[in-house]
């Protein structure tokens, strides 16, 4: 038998994404020109093609959340992550779980919808995260 017949299909998000939390748009891969340009699209449109681009909403929510280019919001960070979750999008699934396990400047904790995020999610990170609930 093949091997390539046996072997289970598991979906895998092989996105770029950084492990930071700094205010440095390098430290996120952006520019800061870049930043700024993203921002004005939030800034100025209420419907925008970009807010059906999961890669940029997400990226909203952690600029917000680490105050990239703008003051820390961490509201407008989860309603952008949550904009980028209805997308589909396992990168902010992970990034609002995040903010839900531990209540990141003050936001509501909510162990039981981190927990459902992580689930949810395919990335190895959101699994560890998901086997930290068990122990």
């Known amino acids: 038998m093949d091997k390539k017949q046996i072997e289970p299909k598991v979906p895998v998000n092989r996105r770029k994404f950084f ?30 093609e970009a807010f059906n681009d999961p890669d940029f909403v997400n990226s909203i929510g952690t600029f917000f959340e680490d105050g990239v280019c703008i003051e820390k919001d961490i509201e407008r960070a989860v309603y952008w992550y949550e904009r980028a979750v209805a997308l589909g999008d396992d990168l902010a699934k992970s990034n609002l779980a995040d903010v839900l396990r531990k209540g990141t400047l003050g936001y509501p904790k909510d162990q039981k919808r981190a927990f459902e995020l992580y689930k949810s999610c395919h990335l190895p990170y959101a699994c560890y995260r998901v086997g930290e609930f068990y122990e």
């Open 19 to 48: 492990l930071t939390n700094t205010s440095n748009p390098e430290d996120h891969g952006f520019s800061r020109e870049q930043v700024e340009d993203m921002l004005d699209i939030v800034a100025n449109y209420d419907e925008h």
